[in-house]
């Protein structure tokens, strides 16, 4: 992982910094892997490798660019539903694509996060009364879950490939 882990200090540092190595966690499940093997589907939902880093890169904009900085889905970044539509990867893009879509996704949502303290809320249909906070530890739950799966398809994946000999 790029980012150094945070196990003490500032409340905020660290649960920024636990999102962000989650963030790459998931990353990490996909990448290196050809474009095949990123839309293999091993289960029988849309879960697929690269369809989770779309899936991820449309809950930052949906937690962040929509709810947080009150953005209509037309001014978003990208796919910003609340449905399966988030998993959908379309035959032009590639692993590289989406993995720089979820990049510059995160950022966003690190810039917009920014403006706000832990403390401060906001009440969305459907969900009620938020804090920043929530959301944070919300997407942090999100992304560690996708992660551990994409861990298990990247070792179905890595398991189906021809073993190379040793030298």
Not at 79 to 88: H, L, N
Not at 92 to 99: G, K
Not at 121 to 146: N, Y
Request: with cysteine.
């Amino acid at each position: 992982m790029r980012t150094t882990r945070i196990t003490d200090g500032v409340e905020r540092v660290v649960i920024e910094n636990t999102l962000d190595r989650n963030r790459e966690a998931l990353i990490e499940t996909a990448r290196g892997l050809s474009e095949a093997d990123a839309r293999r589907r091993l289960v029988p939902s849309l879960t697929t490798p690269i369809s989770l880093l779309k899936h991820a890169a449309a809950a930052e904009r949906i937690w962040f660019q929509r709810f947080w900085a009150g953005l209509d889905e037309a001014d978003c970044d990208g796919y910003s539903k609340r449905d399966e539509g988030t998993f959908t990867v379309t035959d032009d893009e590639t692993l590289a694509d989406v993995i720089a879509e979820f990049e510059r996704a995160s950022k966003r949502s690190r810039e917009i996060a920014g403006r706000f303290d832990l403390d401060d809320t906001k009440t969305f249909p459907g969900e009620g009364t938020v804090s920043l906070r929530w959301t944070l530890l919300a997407m942090i739950e999100e992304f560690a879950r996708h992660a551990g799966h994409g861990d298990i398809l990247r070792e179905q994946i890595d398991q189906d490939r021809p073993r190379q000999p040793n030298p």
